[in-house]
């Protein structure tokens, strides 16, 4: 039997869903305001939720969501009752006086909605903890893919319509800062330096954080030696942040090498058949730069897209900022979903 430690009073705001619907009576612009940042199951109350969706499909088909229209779209529906009657909508309407705090009601709505779906998932992994028929591993996804769902919350409570002026004035706010950086010093980069100026040209200033960057080729043509160049590089600077590469083909000793090989300037292959006379002295030189770099290594076998983002959370949860994450290589990832 599940244990359920929530008390029966969960987190709402009833006055604020009440001044919201009533907005949307009495105004037949309110609805556009709210409707893109709160969504129907964000409101405590059934009643409140079916009259809520009742706006939202009257103005998703261009009609007013006022109080005629929003009461007949329910009396068709044989829902009218459900929420109360006439007198439930002519209440709301007439306790609103404006709806020009439409939007601010729907914020505290949503944040109400936000901390219930909080409650809900403790309860959820207090369930999950108690679960021991399901592998440690899988609990411990599974949990940290309800935790982190709630960060779309947090991107819901900062949606919002703006004019295209608005985005052309961050824009030139930003080019502004760029060129003040570039007077200061003439080599800087909008994004992160790849460490290779020739790629940073024709990627438009180097890679920016949020992109999805794959390296293609022929086997034996570099693929490997290419993303632990890059990534050696971003790591060398702290202000980039954190390198973390997965390496499922290739040992991280070996990897390790490579990085030696690289910043030494002695062939890997010596390094591998330990043809090292007259090289030690590169190489510690190298070995204690390469130590310092803040590149980390996972040499997990065939690892789920869904276990490279829960290695990916707790990594970025460990420490300083996250800059870059390489996966060597794609088609070497297990698919859970499907089983291969």
């Not at 008390?7 to 612009?29: M, Q, R, T």
């Not at 007949?72 to 529906?77: M, V």
């Not at 982190?148 to 030139?172: D, G, T, V």
């Amino acid at each position: 039997m599940a244990v359920n430690y929530v008390s029966e009073i969960l987190p709402s705001n009833v006055e604020a869903e009440e001044l919201i619907l009533g907005g949307i009576l009495i105004d037949p612009f309110a609805i556009k305001r709210v409707a893109n940042i709160l969504r129907p199951e964000a409101l405590s109350i059934t009643a409140h939720q079916h009259i809520y969706r009742a706006a939202l499909a009257l103005h998703s088909e261009e009609q007013p969501a006022d109080l005629m229209t929003v009461t007949t779209f329910l009396a068709d529906r044989h829902l009218l009752e459900l929420v109360g009657g006439q007198i439930k909508l002519a209440r709301l309407a007439d306790q609103t006086v404006s709806a020009v705090n439409i939007d601010r009601y729907a914020m505290l709505v949503l944040d109400k909605f936000v901390r219930r779906e909080l409650i809900k998932v403790g309860n959820d992994l207090v369930r999950l903890g108690c679960e021991t028929s399901i592998e440690l591993d899988t609990v411990l996804s599974m949990a940290q893919e309800k935790i982190f769902a709630l960060n779309k919350y947090k991107e819901e409570r900062q949606k919002a319509i703006r004019p295209l002026s608005e985005y052309c004035a961050e824009l030139w706010q930003y080019l502004d800062a760029i060129e003040e950086q570039r007077l200061e010093n003439a080599n800087y980069l909008p994004g992160i330096s790849t460490g290779f100026y020739d790629l940073d040209d024709l990627l438009g200033g180097g890679f920016y954080r949020g992109e999805l960057i794959v390296i293609g080729g022929r086997p034996g043509s570099g693929k490997t030696a290419l993303a632990c160049a890059l990534g050696y590089s971003i790591a060398s600077l702290p202000e980039n942040g954190r390198v973390l590469m997965f390496s499922m083909e290739m040992p991280g000793r070996d990897l390790a090498a490579r990085l030696i090989a690289l910043e030494s300037g002695v062939p890997v292959k010596d390094i591998r058949q330990v043809k090292l006379a007259g090289k030690y002295e590169a190489l510690t030189s190298a070995l204690g730069k390469v130590s310092d770099v803040d590149f980390w290594i996972d040499e997990s076998l065939e690892p789920s897209p869904l276990e490279i983002r829960s290695r990916v959370r707790e990594f970025v949860c460990s420490g300083s900022p996250l800059g870059l994450v390489i996966v060597d290589y794609l088609q070497l990832m297990v698919n859970s979903e499907f089983g291969g």
